[in-house]
């Protein structure tokens, strides 16, 4: 994990949680962007004043430049925040929805029944990109256009099989507490009930007591 990702996304983790991989969106998101930072920002602009120049049209394309610049920043932010952070013990979904909204979906592993693929059009055909999905009882964590989706899969699949056998042992290991629990419970012989033992050695004395006035 490189500077960037533990000093952006350090805020999502528990106390001593530590990340392993963060997974990215394609570049390709990035680069989309850019076209249309491009063309909006210079090529609409300049086309604009080659055709139609005024004076007046300088201070609004102005404006319209730097909103322009703005949305850029936040496709760019979207692609750097929206990420699947995954540590020694579950796999966070991190969505950005803007510079004041954000949200953390956290899947355990021990609660993941799969991860999942899916590569879609030419495009993503051919740059090796589609959406990686970790889906769990309740949960389904997306993150779309996962650069090398097939690698991640097997990387993500590998954490969970990693941290499995632990899980593993510690259950078995509550099951043999509690089996040896319940063998001490059971070898323990159990004490004579003192009002049971009252009640029939009273009725033992009023038989005698009869037999004896029988006798007589």
Known sequence: MNFLDRLFF?????????????????????????????????VFPGMILWLYWHPMLAPILAIWVIYIVILFLQDFIDWFYDALLVSKSCVINIDWHGFFHSQAKRLNFENMEGVSYEIKGIIPTFFQFGDLKVTGANTELVLSMVPKVREWQKMVLAAKEEVAPKSEDAKQEQIDQLKSALQNLLAVTPESDPVSFNVKAHQVMVMKQKDIKKKK
């Open 10 to 42: 350090q805020k999502f983790l528990e106390d001593g949680e530590e990340i392993v991989y963060v997974i990215h969106k394609h570049w390709w998101a990035v680069a989309q962007a850019l076209i249309k930072l491009v063309a909006l920002a210079l």
